[in-house]
Every structure is written in C-alpha cells, then in structure tokens.
C-alpha cells in the first residue's frame, strides 16, 4: 500500500499510482491546471465538475478550498477509493458518480468549472470533440473548462515525437494518435489489460477542439509532470471559459 495515504495501491514509480483498470496512472501532484481548478472552484458558487477522477487528487483539494464537487470516474473502484479518502468534514460538499465518457451527459448548465485531467488522450478525436461539446453546455454561462492531457512527448509513445511533429506540419488534426498501443508494452504485459489506441495531444489541439465548441481560450500551454522525469512538456492543458452573455 501506498506509504502516504493506506487507501492508495502501492506503485512501482515515483510520483504516480497506477489505475486499478489498467488505463494510466494519478499523479500524486497536481500540475499547474489541475492546482489552478482546485483554487477556483473554492471561489464559485456552483458545483463543479471533476471528471476521470481517479483517486481524486483535484476533487481532494477543491474541497479543501470549500468547493462542492461531483467526482466522477469510469471505474467504480476508483470511486470507493475516494469515498474512503475524504474526511467526514467535507462530505456534505462532496458525491461521486460512475460515468463514462463520451456517453455521460448532465442537465445543461450544471456546474460553474469541470476539470478532464489526463483522460482525453485515451478517446479518438471524433470523441475529443463530442464531450467538449457536451462539457460546454454542462457549464454554466462564465464557467470554466480545464482540460490536461498527456503529449507526444512523454510516456513510451516519445521516441515517436519526431513522427508527431511530422504529422502535424502536414495539417493532420490528430498528429499524435498511435494505433497500436500494444506495441509499447514489453513483452511479459497483456495487451489485452490496456487501451487499444493513444491519442496524446498538444496545446494547440485542445485550444482548438474548444475554440470549435464556442468556448473562449484563456490559456494553453505544455505543462509539467510531478515525477523527477519531468521534462516541462509532459502534459498538454488548456483553460477555456464558456461567454456569460
């Protein structure tokens, strides 16, 4: 078990903690986006969204900021972790739900901000778009968008980058997509256990996948991981506002 908190799986690398499906990790640090959500939702009045929660790093420090969350995740597992994981004090402000992107939908206008933190580079682009839609009418008008997602740059899929940067000077909308996922896993792995396809994405894709859904770009930029492998373009993220008028 994990030497910080008794309820967390142990993990073989620093700085993450590994999925029960199999699908990434959490990361046991927010980054930069993540943190800045975790602030802003203590400052609104509406709930807000964190969904592909995991173990609910950013849904943790929301609360503690004195946000109500709705937490949710496509792992029940996952959930019943984090049901454990927060204090008695902050459950009033506090639910969780199983949901699946990109089927999960809410009542138009339901929470003032919605964070999507390293979970979009597992959907193919016609999915990408699809819950960025939806995510646009669950905000309330002036609420905020914070999604983060892995990049070409990090993980097994890096040696790639080259082709990545290839693709997308060639005008290829989706220039980190990897069809065979499994050939990055060594060879005692289950292919069976893991994604089939990879999507990794950069800050132009996001800021433009919002941009098409009618949000306003705040801010879109590489960002950096917590373990001490960083290299300061680890993640792609982008902050978008949805107009209040």
Known sequence: M?????????????GLI????????MTEKMDAYSADFAEYAGTVR??????????????????????RVLACDMDPRHLEVLDARVPERLRERYRSQAA???DVDFPPE??????????????????????????KDWLSPGGRLYLVADSPYTGPWAPRSGEYER??????????????????????VNPAEHPDFINPLDPDILAR????????????????????????????GVIAMKSDG
Do not use: Q
């Open 2 to 14: 994990s030497k910080t908190d008794p309820h967390l799986p142990d993990s073989p690398v620093e």
């Open 18 to 25: 590994p999925t029960l499906n199999n699908t990434g990790w």
């Open 46 to 67: 509406g709930e807000v969204l964190d969904i592909g929660c995991a173990y609910g790093i950013a849904t943790l420090a929301a609360l503690e900021n004195g946000a």
């Open 100 to 102: 699946v992107m990109p």
């Open 110 to 135: 339901s929470f003032a901000a919605i964070l999507a933190a390293r979970v979009l580079h597992f959907l193919n682009g016609a999915d990408i778009e699809l819950t960025v839609r939806k995510m």
């Open 167 to 188: 693709r997308k000077s060639e005008g290829d909308p989706w220039p980190g997509y990897v069809a065979d996922y499994a050939s990055f896993l060594p060879d005692h």
């Open 209 to 236: 996948v919002c941009l098409d859904a009618g949000l306003e770009v705040l801010s879109a930029s590489f960002l950096s991981s917590s373990t001490k492998h960083a290299n300061g373009r680890d993640h792609a």
